[in-house]
């Protein structure tokens, strides 16, 4: 059978299923955006994420530096989702011959970089030759209070839908990047420059993007405990669905409540693209997703750049997108297509 | 610069130099089989391997399963080197669009084999499209206690040197079946089946090797606390060297004591080989080389399948294999270059 009629997701599902687990220390496998172990008062988060080249990278537009930057904070983002602080990385390195040390030491830069903006410690990886493009893996451990761990699995009926920041930027980075990238390689001149003025927050979103380690602190100084949690990584309609099936519930999620910042707005008319379907389908924001109870109101609405989009209801009520013009849409498995173009 | 003009260990010392610690869970980095990360009583180990294909492995004559078993495998040893016990794996999987379902089921059956047999749960991973050719990249975490983890750099003057089972089969193994893929490929006859009776061991050992468990047991149960220890991935002369470097001393190993298996033995001069160099630059052998005070001889010497090669020396010595004939020679770095042909 064909990988692709598998898809990613029911892959993984028939590649572990049958997996249990048999030490003690394993108190979580698969499944979430961390493993969880148990050792003692703290429980130990373990996350790993592989980017190769031509599939989730290119190097005609994506400096080493931010690269390397990118590659750990992607797995940082899943450490904060599960309201634990990264503490470590073990980085793995597949190297083609037409790298130079100068370029890998660029690429390890940005992992620093990045390390030492997050308080993380680089303790160990592999390095190795690779016959083809560049291979980066990296696994990320953190730590987390056992009382503390969210999962994706908790949200309950009536809890608020929360996400920070906004969505869809990320996207549209990447589209006005690879239109750039065709525009270059149609003129065949050398001296091309891109013009990205009044852009540079969406490619800033795709080049360069944070974990919101900022969104985990300001909820432990709220005192809210979120009852479950993700990071948008492939979008949110797809996010909002795994918390909803792993915590058997539904939810209502407002068309009208979902952050989206200016310049994603002005790209996506640029581009004639439906600025919801960019919102919920764009992936890569790593902005948390999460769940709260309805008493924690107040206290949601007063922390910067969190917003409330919705709620959670039973599962008969299904998984529902509210447009604007008060219709209600079902959600779909691996994105929400009804407004794809 | 050509990376090829530094070597992998001048690189990663490149890419990590001035790399601080700066969590209190981390207490050693960069520069072991594992990193150790500190949670109370217990030590957790973290080490990481990645296979890429055409540079590690070749699936002319490497079956999925035992592909998965050894990438499996290949960390456990990493941690067992660490005098720790394997206790979690994450997997990450590149796959190209050669490969059907079933085949990466085959590759999993391989992981999941390993992980039953040495107890360790596989709780995550990543899996994604690759342009080219199988990635895969493993995690290793596993568990030691604070007062029994054994590092590289902890051999004194007088240590006996210690190997486990027999060094050069895995390569041995690896030339007969890169001499049989050449002949498969002049015959050009599907029906072809290369002759590999009498020559199991050697050949079981490249394609499935083990992680020596059962040496670190034995070491437990005789009370035995080796001062350093490293896994034979590399080839012994190259692993000593890792040994008496980070240890500060010397060391005079013996030729006479290196053991080798018979099949090793007549497969190697079958390809009119050097034995000795076979054994010392081989590498793959997934052994343990370990060194331990002379006091300990007389539990040593009863333990099976463990060979005394020979004692640490003040560093003025040099780092010396004693042939049969009573000569002195210096290992050298990246493989004991004398000897070769």
């Known amino acids: 059978m064909q990988i692709s009629e598998l898809g990613e997701f029911n892959l993984i599902k028939r590649l572990t299923e049958g997996v249990k687990l048999q030490n003690s220390s394993s108190?979580?496998?698969?499944?979430?955006?961390?493993?969880?172990?148990?050792?003692?008062?703290k429980r130990l988060l373990a996350t790993t994420d592989v980017l190769l080249e031509g599939i989730h990278f290119d190097l005609t537009y994506t400096p080493l530096?931010?690269?390397?930057?990118?590659?750990?904070?992607?797995?940082?983002?899943?450490?904060?989702?599960?309201?634990?602080?990264?503490?470590?990385?073990?980085v793995t390195v597949g190297i083609s011959k037409r790298f130079e040390v100068e370029q890998i030491e660029e690429l390890y830069r940005g992992i620093l970089l990045?390390?030492?903006?997050?308080?993380?410690?680089?303790?160990?990886?592999?390095?190795?030759?690779?016959?083809?493009g560049l291979t980066i893996s990296i696994t990320c451990l953190g730590?987390?209070?056992?009382?503390?761990?969210?999962?994706?699995?908790?949200?309950?009926?009536?809890?608020?839908?929360?996400?920070?920041?906004?969505?869809?930027?990320?996207?549209?980075?990447?589209?006005?990047?690879?239109?750039?990238?065709?525009?270059?390689?149609?003129?065949?001149?050398?001296?091309?420059?891109?013009?990205?003025s009044t852009k540079e927050y969406v490619l800033?979103?795709?080049?360069?993007?944070?974990?919101?380690?900022?969104?985990?602190?300001?909820?432990?100084?709220?005192?809210i405990q979120p009852t479950s949690m993700i990071d948008v990584s492939d979008g949110l309609s797809s996010e909002i669905m795994h918390i909803c099936t792993q915590s058997g519930c539904g939810c209502e999620v407002y068309e009208d409540k979902i952050p989206i910042d200016y310049q994603t707005a002005v790209t996506a008319e640029e581009f004639n693209m439906n600025l919801t379907?960019?919102?919920?389908?764009?992936?890569?924001?790593?902005?948390?997703?999460?769940t709260a109870p309805l008493a924690d109101y107040d206290k949601l609405k007063n922390i910067d750049d969190l917003h409330i989009i919705g709620h959670i209801t039973k599962p008969e009520n299904g998984m529902l997108l509210i447009t604007r013009d008060g219709q209600s849409i079902a959600f779909k498995a691996q994105g929400w297509n009804s407004l794809e173009k």
């Open 27 to 41: 108190e979580r496998g698969i499944g979430d955006d961390c493993a969880v172990m148990n050792y003692g008062d």
């Open 65 to 90: 530096k931010h690269l390397g930057y990118k590659a750990a904070v992607v797995n940082f983002s899943d450490i904060y989702a599960m309201n634990g602080q990264p503490k470590q990385i073990l």
């Open 114 to 132: 990045a390390c030492q903006k997050y308080k993380v410690d680089l303790i160990g990886g592999d390095t190795s030759a690779s016959l083809t």
């Open 143 to 196: 730590e987390g209070e056992s009382d503390k761990i969210v999962y994706r699995n908790g949200a309950k009926v009536t809890d608020l839908v929360c996400v920070s920041g906004n969505l869809g930027a990320s996207y549209m980075g990447l589209q006005l990047l690879e239109r750039e990238k065709q525009v270059f390689q149609q003129v065949k001149d050398p001296d091309f420059q891109p013009d990205f």
């Open 204 to 223: 800033e979103r795709q080049l360069k993007p944070e974990a919101r380690r900022d969104i985990i602190s300001e909820l432990a100084k709220h005192n």
């Open 277 to 290: 379907t960019v919102a919920l389908n764009g992936g890569e924001d790593y902005e948390l997703l999460f």
